[in-house]
């Protein structure tokens, strides 16, 4: 049996106020939803407090990397259990997967002012994007925690986060 | 305003609304501390040992039985 102890408690409560923000916004980017990226990060650190003397005898950088990839791998999991959902779904219902009411449809319906612009605009950014803009918006992260959480140069980052900011430029029209 | 700094300005306005907060954090952080730990499952399979042993035992039985029987070196001398 497993037992935590102060020690571990007060180890677990540094790596979540360390990371939380970094993954939060990693999650928030996949999945563009804001109660499945706090439902995935209170799992993400569940699994990290069920390991939390492996994660904390990894190096710092190595630590960022295997939370990070436990978020991705939940993620993941989520499409799949997502997607196996609207099939069965769509199936019962006689239609297609895809005929499924998309809630970003119905709230590009809703939605009118400025934030909301940005939103659609980001949301509409290619994953990788959209994560990566995230992670430096919201986590507030650098190029190089950024590349550390997702196994990439701080390089590679640069220039993704540069690609982020213009299709968002041309998107929203920042330049009129 | 140049256009970077009105798309930072955007981006800004947009992430402020997108962080967690902190009494949320917080409720997540003890949620989880208040999880008991996990107990290891039962084991499922042997353990370890007992397949270095059985191991043994069979090289062992393998090796014996590969080998003849052991030349009598020191016979019992006959006596009348």
Partial sequence: MTVTTTDDRA????????HRAGVHASLLGRTSDA??????????FLRVWRRVDEVAA?????QRAWIHAV?????IDRYRAEATRRATLAAVRGRTPEAVDDPDTVERLAVHDELDQV?????????ELRTIL?????????????????????????????QARTRLTDRLEVSR | MTNDERLDSLLDSWAATQRLDQREAE???DAIIATPPETAPAPTTLPATWWQDFSAQVTAAVV?????PRLATNPVPLTA
């Fill in chain 1, 35 to 44: 109660e499945a990226a706090k439902d995935l990060l209170q799992e993400t």
């Fill in chain 2, 27 to 29: 409720r997540i952080l």
């Fill in chain 2, 64 to 68: 014996l039985a590969s080998h003849g």
């Fill in chain 1, 134 to 162: 995230t992670m430096s918006a919201v986590g507030e992260l650098t190029s190089r925690q950024i590349g550390e959480a997702l196994e990439l140069p701080p390089g590679t980052v640069r220039a993704k986060l540069h």
């Fill in chain 1, 11 to 18: 180890t677990f409560t540094r790596l979540f106020d360390e």
């Fill in chain 1, 71 to 75: 978020g991705r791998n939940l993620v």
């Fill in chain 1, 58 to 62: 990894l190096p710092p950088e190595r």
């Fill in chain 1, 119 to 127: 939103q659609r605009a980001i949301t509409d950014l290619p994953e």
